[in-house]
C-alpha cells in the first residue's frame, strides 16, 4: 500500500500473525517471512526439505495488516481503549482542560488544517493513579504487560520455547523501575512495548518540522514510514507552525508510542522568548499534550542554575536545545530551573495519564573534547535524585543519555547511569565516537549505540546522516533506522537476548544455500539487497544461480565449501 | 583534477605539504586545511582570531599534488628508488624470472593493453636478506623507517611536540614482528607505511574485477580513489581476465602499498581446476607477481587437511576463497596443503623481493553463527606456528581475522592473536555484527572493525554496502572507505593515539562557531557535508548562519549556550 507519497510494499513473502493471549484477550501482531525450500539432488533426484517461517518484531502496526483499512482522517484502531474502560480508574472529561488546547479547538482558521475527529480526553478518577508502575507496585498483571511479554518472546512463542520473559516477570521489571511501558491512556492506537535492559534494544526515531521546512502530511508520512522501517517509538520534536495540530494527526496515526519535549511548544507560545517563559505555560503545555496522548515527555529537571558556569570549560557548550533554553531562563531571571522546583507537581500530571517521564540530558556533551565531564556527570547525579521523586509518584523513567563520546568513556557512562539511577533504562541519542564525520553521523554513531547497548542500554535515539547539517527527508529516516536497528541487534546478539540469533542463523543457511530470495526477504531491508543484487547479476534472483556475486561462477568460496563436504561425505573420511 | 571518470577535487583550502627528514633527505607529504578566523564582536567592533592549519594524514599520493603532472601512461614518481639503490643489497635482474611473465610479456595479442614501460625486476643479490624487519634486527635505521615516523607523528611533529613514535621506536616495533613495512623494492611508487598497534589503525580497501565485470581503466580509477578518500593499502582481488596486465596498470600507479591473493590467479593458470594447481605453478605467480611489485601475499598455509572435516559442523562452511580452493586440493589430492608443506620455500622468495606475507583465514566464521569455532582458533594456531617460521626468514607477517563476530566474541579474536601471533599485526576483515544486514554491511562491520581496532588490531579490511550482493562500483568503494576511516579513527581515539583529536577538536570548535566552511573541510568527506547542507539551507554557507540547521534560527542550542556564556561573564557570575 502506499501512504502519501512512500511505499510500504518492501517486505516480501511476508505475512501479519496475530498470537493470542492467554491471560488477556489481546493479539499480540508480529510479522513472519516465509522461506523457499532447501533443494538437493540425491541420487539424482530432486529432493526439497521445507524451511521454517521465520517471526520478526513488527513495529508497523496496522500499516502492514490486509485486514485493517487504513484512513489517515480516521485514525488508526483504538484497540487498547477497552482494557483501559475495563480497569475502571479512568474517566472520559467533558472537556479539554488545557487552556491552550480549548483556545485551538475554538480557532475557525484551524479547521482546514485540523484532524476530522475529536476524542475527548480521558484521566485518572480523583486520587487514583493510573501508571503501569503503580499497577506493576501492587502485583497487578495487566493487558499491557502480557502484551509485551509475548511480543517480546517473538521466535521462541512461535516454538513453544519458553524463556525468563513471562508476564509477571515484565511486572517486576516495571515495579522495580528497571523497565518501561509508555501507554498514555490518551493513545490506545498504540501497541504496548516495552523499553528495559532485560528486553530487546529498542530505538527511537525523531522527526518534526522546523521553522525551515515542512507540511503536516509529510511529517506523518514520516512517522509511518519511520514505524514501517522499525522505528520503536517516535519523539516529535517540532518547532514550526501548528505543532498542536501536527502533534494530533501524528499520534492518531501513531502505532508506537510517541514523546515529545514539551518546552518546545512552550517557548513557542511566548514567541521564543525565553524570559517569557513561566511555570504555569509550561504546566499548561503539559495537560494539553497529556490529553491528545504524548506517552512520554523529555523534561530537563536536572539542569540546575549552578552548572551554567561549567558550560564555560566546554569546546561546545550545551548543545541541548531544551538544556540551553533552561540555562537562559535561569540566567536571566536569576532563578532555579522551575522544571526542578516543580518536579513533584509535574510527576502529579503525569501519573493521571500514565505519561512516562525521559529525564533530558541537558549537559550532554556536543564533541569528544567535552565527554563525561563534570557538568554531564553533576547532571547525571540530580537524573538520580529526580528518578526517585518520579517512582515516589509511581512515574515510569527513562534516563537520557549522550551524546559524543569517544569509546573508552562509553562504559563509564553506563555504570554511573545504573549506579545513580538506580537502573531506570538508560536511552541514548548515539553515543557519535568521533566528531569528524558530518554526512556520515549514523555510523560514527551507530559504533557507540551497539556498544553502550550492548553493555545495558535500553533504547538509542538513531541519528540520519544529516545530523549537524540539515533535516532528514525519507531516505535519510531509512538509512537512520536500520543502521539503528543494526546497532540494537547487534547489541542483542551480544547480550544473548533470547532467540535473537534466530533470524542471523536463518539469513545465513539461505546465504548460504544460494536461496536469493529469502536471504533477501530475512534481511532488513529487502528491497535494497534485491536492487544491489540485480545491479551486476543478469538474472533475476529466481535463476538458480549457485554462486555469489562477489566471487563470481568459478571462485565461489561457499559453492567450493559444499562440493569439499559433500566429497568427504562420501568418501566417509579427509 | 580528473582520473578517467573520478573527480578529485573534494578537499577544499586545503595544500600539500612536505615535511623534511633529519636522517635522511626525505620528504613526507601531508595535507594541510586552512581554517577561517574566528568572529567576535567586541565593544562593537569585529575582531577576527586566526585558527591554526590542521594537518591530515594523506593517502592520496602524487594525485593532490598540484606540482606533479599525471600520466596514467607513465606512471607514479619512483621516488623510493634511490634509498633502494643506496643500500647496495639488490641487483636489477637482465630478465623477468617468472616463466608466466615472460609469456605475457611476449604476446603480442596483449601490446594493446599492456602498460606501456617496462622496468626490469630488482631482486636480493645472491645470499641476501633485504626485508625491514632484516634491517630493523641488525639495528639499521631506513629511510622507510623515518618516513613513517614522520607521517605518524602527523599533527605533533607539525606542532613540536615530541610523541613515543621516533625512527628508532619503529626500527624496534618493526625488528619485533610489532608492525610491518610493506615496501617491496619494486614498487618504488608507494609512500612508506606502517601497520602496527602502536601506530594509527590502518584500513585496507579491495579492489579487483571479476568473470562478471570490469576493465582495466576502472580498475585503476577505482584504486585512485579509494587511496583518494583514505584507503592505507590497496588489495587487487581480480579473477577475471588479463590479470597480469590489470595489475601492471594499478602498481605503476598506486602510491599506497598493494596486496594480492596469489592462489587466485594460479587457479587462473590451470582454468579454474582446483585439481590441477601445483606448487610449481604457484611458486612462478609468486615470482611473477613479486617482480611485479605487490607488496604483501594472502596465502592461506595455515588450512590443514584435517581442518576440512571440521566445516561440516558449520552453518556456512568455509567462507574463504583462497581457504576453500586450498581445501578442495587436499581433499583431492588426499594430501596436506603445499602451501604450509612449502613454506620455508615461500619465505626464502619473498625476502629477496621484501615482500610481507599476510597469513590468511581461510577458517573465518562467514556468520555469528560458526563465530570463535573450533576450526577458526585451530587455523590460528597454525598461523602462530607460522609466524615463526616467517620471522626466522626475517620476512613481515600480517596475520588475517575474521569476519563474522558477534560483539561479545570479539575480544576472544584480539586475545587469542596476541598470544599465538606474539602480536604480529591483526588484520580483520570487518569482523561484520550481525548477518542480517545485506546493503548495509558496511556500517555491520564497521562497527566490529572500530571495537577490534581499539582492542590493538593493527589494520581493518573494508567492506562496502555491496558486500554479499554484488561488486562495488565508486560511489560504494567511497562509501566503504569513510565507513572504516570513521572505525580506525574511533579507535585511535579510544586508543588515545597522540594527536587523533586534533582534527575532532578543530571541527568541534569550527562546529561552535558556526564556521559552515571549516566544517566541511575539516570533515571526511567535505563534498558530502556541504550537499547535505546545503538541502535545507536557502544560502550557500557563506553567508554568516548564526545557527545550525536541525534547530531553526530561533532554538539552536550552540547559539543561546554561546550567548548564556557571554552573560555569565558580563555578569562575573551566575
Not at 52 to 72: A, F, W
Not at 212 to 233: N, R
Not at 434 to 463: K, N, Q, R, W
Amino acid at each position: 500500500m502506499k501512504i502519501s507519497n512512500i511505499d510500504l510494499s518492501s517486505y516480501p513473502n511476508s505475512e501479519k500473525i496475530h498470537v493470542k493471549g492467554s491471560l488477556f484477550p489481546i493479539e499480540v501482531a508480529m510479522r513472519r517471512v516465509k522461506q523457499y525450500p532447501t533443494v538437493k539432488i540425491e541420487n539424482g533426484e530432486r529432493v526439497e526439505y521445507p524451511n521454517e517461517y521465520i517471526v520478526i518484531y513488527d513495529t508497523s502496526g496496522p500499516y502492514t495488516d490486509p485486514n485493517i483499512r487504513i484512513d489517515l482522517n480516521k485514525g488508526l484502531p483504538r484497540d487498547r481503549e477497552r482494557f483501559i474502560e475495563q480497569r475502571d480508574d479512568t474517566e472520559v472529561l467533558p472537556d479539554i482542560t488545557s487552556d491552550y488546547g480549548r483556545m485551538r479547538r475554538d480557532d475557525k482558521s484551524l479547521d482546514a488544517i485540523r484532524f476530522p475527529i475529536h476524542h475527548k480526553p480521558r484521566r485518572a478518577k480523583e486520587g487514583k493513579r493510573i501508571t503501569q508502575m503503580h499497577y506493576a507496585k501492587k502485583g497487578m498483571i495487566t493487558p499491557e504487560m502480557e502484551y509485551v511479554a509475548i511480543r517480546e518472546n517473538l521466535d521462541n512463542a512461535q516454538r513453544g520455547i519458553p524463556t525468563y520473559i513471562t508476564p509477571e516477570f515484565v511486572r517486576d521489571e516495571v515495579a522495580a523501575g528497571r523497565a518501561v511501558i509508555a501507554a498514555n491512556v490518551n493513545h490506545p492506537e498504540a501497541e504496548p512495548m516495552i523499553i528495559g535492559k532485560a528486553f530487546s534494544t529498542k530505538l527511537n526515531t525523531n522527526i518534526g518540522n522546523s521553522a525551515l521546512s515542512s507540511g503536516i502530511e509529510e511529517e506523518v508520512a514520516k512517522a509511518v514510514w519511520s514505524c514501517y522501517w522499525g522505528g520503536d517509538t517516535l519523539m516529535d520534536l517540532s518547532t514550526g507552525d501548528n505543532i498542536h495540530e501536527t502533534r494530533e494527526w501524528i499520534i492518531r496515526n501513531c502505532p508506537v508510542p510517541m514523546g515529545t519535549v514539551p518546552i518546545y511548544q512552550a517557548l513557542e507560545k511566548v514567541n521564543g522568548k525565553v524570559e517569557d517563559l513561566t511555570w504555569e505555560i509550561y504546566r499548561d503545555t503539559l495537560i494539553e499534550q497529556c490529553e491528545q496522548g504524548v506517552d512520554y515527555f523529555t523534561i530537563h529537571a536536572g539542569v540546575l542554575r549552578k552548572h551554567a558556569q561549567l558550560v564555560k570549560e566546554r569546546l561546545t557548550g550545551c548543545v541541548s536545545r531544551g538544556g540551553s533554553i533552561i540555562m537562559q531562563w535561569c540566567v536571566a531571571h536569576n532563578e532555579e530551573n522551575f522544571l526542578y522546583t516543580h518536579f513533584d507537581e509535574i510527576c502529579e500530571i503525569l501519573n493521571k495519564y500514565d505519561v512516562a517521564v525521559s529525564l533530558g540530558d541537558g549537559m550532554r556533551p556536543g564533541s569528544i573534547h567535552d565527554a563525561n565531564d563534570k557538568a554531564q556527570f553533576l547532571e547525571l547525579d540530580v537524573l538520580g535524585e529526580l528518578t526517585d521523586v518520579a517512582w515516589s509518584h509511581d512515574v515510569q523513567v527513562l534516563i537520557e543519555g549522550p551524546g559524543h563520546v569517544p569509546m573508552n568513556k562509553i562504559p563509564a557512562n553506563m555504570e554511573k547511569e545504573n549506579v545513580t539511577c538506580k537502573e531506570a533504562p538508560f536511552y541514548t541519542l548515539g553515543p557519535l565516537t568521533t566528531d569528524i564525520a558530518p554526512a556520515y553521523d549514523h555510523i560514527t554513531s551507530a559504533i557507540g549505540a551497539a556498544i553502550i547497548s550492548a553493555l545495558g542500554t535500553s533504547m538509542i535515539c538513531y541519528v540520519t546522516p544529516k545530523e549537524h547539517l540539515s533535516l532528514p527527508n525519507l531516505e535519510d529516516v531509512r538509512e537512520g533506522v536500520i543502521a539503528y536497528k543494526i546497532a540494537a541487534h547487534a547489541a542483542d546478539l551480544a547480550k544473548g537476548f533470547p532467540g535473537a540469533n534466530v533470524r542471523d542463523n536463518a539469513l545465513s543457511k539461505a546465504r548460504y544455500e544460494f536461496r536469493w530470495k529469502d536471504q533477501f526477504n530475512l534481511s532488513l531491508d529487502p528491497e535494497k539487497a534485491k536492487r544491489f543484487y540485480l545491479e551486476t547479476r543478469r538474472n533475476a534472483p529466481d535463476a538458480d544461480d549457485r554462486f555469489c556475486t562477489m566471487c563470481g561462477p568459478n571462485f565461489c568460496a561457499m559453492r567450493i565449501s559444499q562440493n569439499v563436504v559433500d566429497k568427504c561425505d562420501e568418501n566417509h573420511e579427509v
